[in-house]
């Protein structure tokens, strides 16, 4: 027994056949693929920035109270005295208020241009904290008292770098799938 081959007996079609209709393959579209960005709690980072502002401003203020009370008898304690006095701690706290919100802005500028923002964030906090460190020990106050300030300023530093990257973090939100 023969068995006669058609062109319609095989498994796969023929498209030797002008009457065969050819569809289009669907197309995806490219732009789709890439992941959505993150976005960017404005609201969310700028609160956090504030209450880093306060954080920052309250550290400045205890630390420069803590100083006060372990330098009151110490032999330093007129030029602590002089180093850790109320308008000096004033304007370390304006001064701690400050640089946390221009870490907030800064936050803010990172994660709306930059790749990996809270990559560059970390640097320009922990380099701006090291320098806040180091300034005090360069001047003419007492080697004690350059030491507490540096102290103050590195916890002062601390403070800002972890709460403000925090507050980063928290604000990004993933993008609203299509």
Do not use: K, Q
């Not at 490219?30 to 960005?37: E, F, H, V």
């Not at 630390?63 to 850790?84: K, S």
């Not at 006095?85 to 370390?92: H, I, Q, R």
């Not at 946390?100 to 904290?129: C, K, N, Q």
């Amino acid at each position: 027994m023969t068995t006669m081959s058609t062109p319609h007996a095989t498994n796969h079609p023929s498209y030797a056949d002008d009457d065969t209709l050819r569809l289009p393959l669907p197309t995806i579209p490219t732009a789709d693929r890439r992941p959505a960005a993150a976005v960017l709690d404005a609201a969310r980072l700028w609160t956090g920035g504030l209450a880093t502002a306060a954080v920052a401003a309250l550290v400045g203020l205890v630390g420069t109270l803590v100083i006060r009370v372990l330098f009151e008898y110490a032999p330093v304690g007129v030029a602590a005295t002089r180093a850790f006095g109320t308008g000096n701690a004033a304007v370390l706290c304006l001064f701690a208020a400050v640089a946390a919100l221009a870490a907030t802005g800064i936050a803010h500028l990172l994660m709306v241009s930059t790749p990996e923002p809270l990559s560059y964030l970390g640097w320009i906090i922990g380099l701006s904290t090291a320098t806040a460190v180091v300034l005090p020990l360069l001047s003419s106050v007492p080697t004690a008292a350059a030491v507490a300030i540096a102290v103050v300023n590195l916890v002062i530093g601390l403070a800002i770098g972890s709460l403000v990257v925090g507050t980063a973090m928290s604000a990004r939100r993933p993008a609203a799938t299509r």
